[in-house]
């Protein structure tokens, strides 16, 4: 990124002293104004072109452009290379013009917003670029913040603000920021004014929740934490006025920080294509000196003797000197066989692509409002070769909104509901939800079903209360009241909003806090605690506490967190209750529900004075300051007294299941990558369909060493080894063994399994003496479950499939925590839920449910794949098929570089005559349509196995374009040699011959996409035939009267195509060569439809015949005949198809099946076609006893 201001040195601390300029200049810090603009008037055109020619691709036709510039070598006008060259250059040019004009619009509105800044005493309106480190300035309410501001003071008691963060990571739940006490005063500019304390603090960094720094003033030290600072991008709300000194400017601003660019991610066809170019250039250097050497032979040998009539140029001066010249020469004319155009036409497909999944009504969140969208154009075709998917869980799979459902308070579990007889009743047999009607402050949308928990709280029961009133202090939610008793939480997390809302319910309501107090009404009475301390929750504490003192004096710690952490820390006198309680969290684990475990602890005054002392030095430490504060936490949160516990159900987002059925069916293996409890994973990974009970074996890693770790990984390969080796029927064994992509035997298992590993044995798992042996193992399994997660960990189980596994892979999440996943991955998804759009802003793809992957991969993603190949198979055939009758001419015209086509047809043959029918091949074709991509899964493993476009199909039809190239040359030669026209003069001279072969090419290159072309629109047959009228207009005004008037240098030729198009040994030559290039296609097709069709034509088949059904259907209705009925079975069916349109289970997934879906088999189709195949070759009736599993 640009910016305003020079590179400096890197900083090791930040020096800032109020209202001093002059201070704060001698270490040249960035002003605040930013530049994200690339270009300006001056520097566009050498810049944007300096990038352009980065390209290999563009410098590559830049070096021909300047070989074509040289007469002795180049037979084709300039023009030929530049046409297409400068338009690809300026539709570049135009693009990122275009781009760089709204970065410098943005940039520009920016800059130019006004601030107030107090300067030498009096508030002045400033532009934002103006503004300078230790500077003070006044934000009002529904201001953005100019800078990265230290807060000083502000409108509100205690020197509290409230700020929107909504920029910065997407949150639009308002978060509190106070300044520190010293400064809370300072509310007057005259003090303000006088104000020259100085901050030492870290320098700048991306950290958005993390600050460190210290404030001197008046010979004393302050503590400056992350709640001190108002960060650029966030937004002031509810407070009238605040003042803050910058701190961090312009680029240093952690908003600028976190704006860099992602890592570009390729495509697996992008680097083939790229190894595929090197190829042909090779075939092109081989050709050319093929030719070269021809020339040299022929000068020295034939050449010779007509020196008079063809004499050498003056710089020629032997037959080998010759062959150097026509090796370039050649050069030049075969470079067609890689156009500039087939890049611009990659981006326009793609292009396209995108917008369909913008468009996609289908993949709309009528609810949120939210579109799919695709945030990169690169990508598209990738999303059809995806094998593996890794998934968080909260947000994801579920709908990351929380709902109160059970706890456990004292050894007893409350919420659920037991019938008469003492059986849980179910949620449709349920009663009631308990009545709120006593508490006026009760949110009416809170339901709960258990009324022994209101009576408990009602009977005064003091576990109880102390449960609740837990719950309404230790929390960071933020409380408004718009109206009298109308509360409106706003919770940094779900869960934190969940538990306040409960707490609020059953009587404990919590209503207002300041910085140093929180106020609760308890049972109708307002009882207001001192705030003595936070200690906040982060992802490596995993719980947060606060010491409150209450109206009687007594200091109390309350407690909440992971069961995991917390456990550990209870005083051994709770031993009892804690086992009852770990049964009670085991089970609500069970159900899928989210768990956390509450404590409290007392702590006499002296203790807390001396602890608090030892806080406050902490904080004060320059180096090591959240380490030394986390070590003082850990001392206070020990020994303390178990409560119970709180159980929040995560709902699972509609339609999970039936997707992740579709996508196992697609042999996609779902890893779900999640901070959860193991219990809780396993449930959930029951509930959406990833486990099920059909599974050979689930198997649970949870060692806490190293070796325990191994062993368990190795005893699971071992008990997958042994029930292969049980199995009867070893096919599936021996024929996924025989597959190129299987790097691991265990991988072709018989059965079904599933690994479950925690966080603490994944740690062990990834270090680099175990991984592959994880690797291996997992990879065995259908699904994989990892709990207990890290952010990092998460994105080391995503690298170690990409490093080791040639399969693409896609990561999905919502939320900050799933950002370094996303990154890592092929192809990153970001879910915009209820987490920010942290996760959206990181990745490639976004929508606002986990169902709409299915429609992502199955339709979108295949269908991008199969247009892609089918694109690049047809264009390195149209091309071959074109450039090598140049090669094929070069042995009957001296190897002299002498083109065989008219120079204005080589320029306009790939950017007029044969792009548009490609392009719109590209965009819209598809095989099947979207209701059957959805229902045959198994028309997803093609692009997972690479089949559509590899080197093989390279060669094909390459083979296939030198085999045109042949025909359409030695055809017409052939016949020219002979003929004569109607009057009997001879047929053959050059320009006639250059119209037939350049006519016949148009038209076999029409009629081949005609026959590729899967499915036609109005564009198809518009571009197409409209591409063969174009061609004709062009070739009839080329040869014209007026155009000869204009440029009689030029288009020399008058009448030469209407005289050769008017004989019929022309066109009966046309037709002979279309019919004897296109015939060879079309059987080689109609035999392997018949002979070995694919799972694409089968369903086309099914589909042609339920019409030709329907039809019929309805004729006999309408005709109402009776009696006997011939049929046509006899001569329509093709043996095969049978089984597989009848079996459901290997093509066909309807919803009712989806509903009580259980696992099938992974076999792919194409190996149930060879099994087939192999059946009926060894039992005529095969085909009729053995279902066909797919």
Known sequence: MALCAKKRPPEEERRARANDREYNERFQYASNCIKTSKYNILTFLPVNLFEQFQEVANTYFLFLLILQLIPQISSLSWFTTIVPLVLVLTITAVKDATDDYFRHKSDNQVNNRQSQVLINGILQQEQWMNVCVGDIIKLENNQFVAADLLLLSSSEPHGLCY?????????????????????????????????????????????????????????NKFPLSNQNMLLRGCVLRNTEWCFGLVIFAGPDTKLMQNSGRTKFKRTSIDRLMNTLVLWIFGFLVCMGVILAIGNAIWEHEVGTRFQVYLP???AVDSAFFSGFLSFWSYIIILNTVVPISLYVSVEVIRLGHSYFINWDKKMFCMKKRTPAEARTTTLNEELGQVEYIFSDKTGTLTQNIMVFNKCSINGRSYGDVFDVLGHKAELGERPEPVNFSFNPLADKKFLFWDPTLLEAVKMGDPHTHEFFRLLSLCHTVMSEEKNEGELYYKAQSPDEGALVTAARNFGFVFRSRTPKTITVHEMGTAITYQLLAILDFNNIRKRMSVIVRNPEGKIRLYCKGADTILLDRLHHSTQELLNTTTDHLNEYAGEGLRTLVLAYKDLDEEYYEEWAERRLQASLAQDSREDRLASVYEEVESDMMLLGATAIEDKLQQGVPETIALLTLANIKIWVLTGDKQETAVNIGYSCKMLTDDMTEVFIVTGHTVLEVREELRKAREKMMDSSRTVGNGFTYQEKLSSSKVTSVLEAVAGEYALVINGHSLAHALEADMELEFLETACACKAVICCRVTPLQKAQVVELVKKYKKAVTLAIGDGANDVSMIKTAHIGVGISGQE???AVLASDYSFSQFKFLQRLLLVHGRWSYLRMCKFLCYFFYKNFAFTMVHFWFGFFCGFSAQTVYDQYFITLYNIVYTSLPVLAMGVFDQDVPEQRSMEYPKLYEPGQ??????????????????????????????VFAEATRDDGTQLADYQSFAVTVATSLVIVVSVQIGLDTGYWTAINHFFIWGSLAVYFAILFAMHSNGLFDMFPNQFRFVGNAQNTLAQPTVWLTIVLTTVVCIMPVVAFRFLRLNLKPDLSDTVRYTQLVRKKQKAQHRCMRRVGRTGSRRSGYAFSHQEGFGELIMSGKNMRLSSLALSGFTTRSSSSWIESLRRKKSDSASSPSGGADKPLKG
């Not at 089949?947 to 042949?966: D, H, M, P, W």
């Open 163 to 219: 700020i929107e963060t909504a920029e910065l990571d997407g949150e639009t739940n308002m978060k509190v920021r106070q300044a520190i006490p010293i400064t809370s005063e300072l509310g007057d500019i005259s003090k303000l004014a006088k104000f020259d304390g100085e901050v030492i603090c870290e320098p700048p960094n991306n950290k958005l929740d993390k600050f460190s720094g210290t404030l001197y003033w008046k010979d």
């Open 836 to 838: 920010g759009i942290q």
């Open 945 to 974: 196995l690479n089949l559509l476009f590899n080197k093989r199909e390279f060669f094909i039809c390459i083979a296939q374009g030198i085999y045109t190239s042949v025909l359409m040359f030695f055809i017409p030669y052939g």
């Open 312 to 314: 050498w140029d003056e």
